[in-house]
């Protein structure tokens, strides 16, 4: 599934062939995309419009159009964008037409995918203040923001940065990586983490997306990029499906375990697991 940095490599590549330009037809031929819109209401929202600026917020694209008019995508689990595609491509749910003559096709094998439509500046940040917290490559995400996200939470770290209304973005290969770099058992729960373990964890999350934007995101399955290309961060992963491999750092075996319901892969040497707590004796 597509996290923060493959999207953020669609949006990098995608803005300066859609800003300033104007969405001339938009045809929806998946009705569950923008469900409960209908194809067409939902088209006669945005064409005719200029693209304003194309922003990211968390997991979701934001297209931002004249009059404050925002379609806002989310490409799930199998959702990929392709400009300009070949003529037969399969799985295709929703093509946009530029005014100058490009196109871009929705394609979206598990119809996961969606398309919502905004309108005004206000519904923006309701849209969105419910939905997701900090977008942790904002200077915002500070050591104190993560401590007092963390204070409250009694999840395991892995539960804790998953969940996107806390920290908008982050995923399951990032979320890996990141407690990894920060030596953290993924089982720990986010209350129990030290300040320099918060501090770790926090420049960790930092550095992992950054890397993952700049490989172009990572291809697991489906992501591709705008032209259709894989991303290459799959190749930089530290313990992220590398299950029964040398940890990069001691050389122990990555291990695989399910925690909040994911695959999730750990060094137990350098990410010891957490120790039961015990009811003090009397
Ligand atoms: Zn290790």
Redesign the pocket.
Known sequence: MPELPEVETIRRQLAPRVQGRVLEALEVSDPRWCWPLAGTEIAAAVTGRRVQRLGRRGKYLVWELDDEVFLIIHLRMTGTLLYDPPEAVGHARVRFTLADGHSLLFVDPRRFGTGQLVLGGEALDTFFAGRLGIEPLEPGFTPAHLRALARGCRSPAKAFLLDQRRIAGVGNIYADEALFRARIHPLRPANRLTSPQLDALRDAVIVSLQAGIDANGATIDDFRDLDGARGSFQNEFLVHRREGEP?P??G?AVRKMVVAGRGTYV?E??QPRPRLRRPAAR
């Open positions: 940890c750092v001691c122990s060094c040497t350098c």
